[in-house]
């Protein structure tokens, strides 16, 4: 049973609900549901195609970014209300969060 639902716009700018379960990692989520071309390292924090945007009420719920992660962050030249989303377990707190699939360069 679907107990996060989440709110994701994807690369064409079209907004999405989309069902996912606690414990469930948000890469992998985004990548059955909405674009397989995400997440192509696996979640080994090597590809940066999995990031995401977030908004500031589930950004602010989050511990901060590993240090592979943030530097992946920061090599991406990612923003600050950026995540991968391969380093993100959804928790039932997410449930109604919004999140931007971020352009792949
Ligand atoms: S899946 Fe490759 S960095 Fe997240």
Known sequence: MADVNLRITDRAGEVRTISAHAGDVLMQVLRD?????????????SCGTCLVRLSPG???MLPAPSVDEAEMLEALSAGADCRLSCQLVLGSAADGQQATLVAAE
Not at 33 to 45: E, H, K, R, V, Y
Request: charged share 5%; with cysteine; hydrophobic share 45%.
């Open 58 to 60: 589930w950004l602010g």
């Open 33 to 45: 549901q909405i674009d397989l071309t995400l997440g192509t390292c696996g979640g080994a924090i």
